[in-house]
């Protein structure tokens, strides 16, 4: 790909990258980034794999960022990768979600490194904002 185009691209992203960046969340944008976080994760952690799609903007970030505001009960740690940007960071986080075929966006629950509750693009996609808070909130609920 040209140089311009990834550049248009890396421009483009910013607003997704900040909206999660400024819920709180820690950007992995290389595949050592999320090695080191895994390796040494501890609690419980909530994991955003980010994209540049409709369902992303409209449903995904907007409702992850408001389960996080209304939950009483959440995750200790907040990370995102960003899928067909981070592509080696967004490979390497998915190596860890064992028997779970690829989804962008979608997001993970883990305590340590074992995911205990996994909400993919299917169950996002068509769905209300509410569903998808609903969907999260309760598996805060089980941390």
């Not at 820690?26 to 994991?47: C, P, R």
């Not at 966006?105 to 609903?134: C, N, Q, T, W, Y």
Request: charged share 25%.
């Amino acid at each position: 790909m040209s140089m311009a185009y990834e550049e248009y691209m890396r421009q483009m992203v910013k607003p997704m990258r900040a909206e999660l960046v400024q819920a709180g969340f820690k950007e992995l944008q290389t595949e050592e980034e999320v090695e080191n976080y895994m390796e040494s994760a501890e609690g419980t952690t909530l994991v955003v794999v980010n994209s540049v799609c409709g369902c992303a903007a409209g449903l995904a970030r907007p409702a992850v960022t408001q389960a996080l505001l209304r939950s009483d009960k959440k995750p200790e740690h907040l990370v995102t990768v960003f899928a067909g940007q981070d592509k080696e960071a967004t490979a390497r986080m998915r190596e860890y979600f064992k028997g779970i075929e690829p989804s962008s966006p979608s997001m993970a629950v883990l305590k340590g490194r074992e995911v205990v509750h996994f909400i993919p693009r299917h169950d996002i996609e068509d769905h209300s904002m509410e569903e998808i808070m609903d969907n999260l909130e309760s598996a805060f609920q089980q941390l």
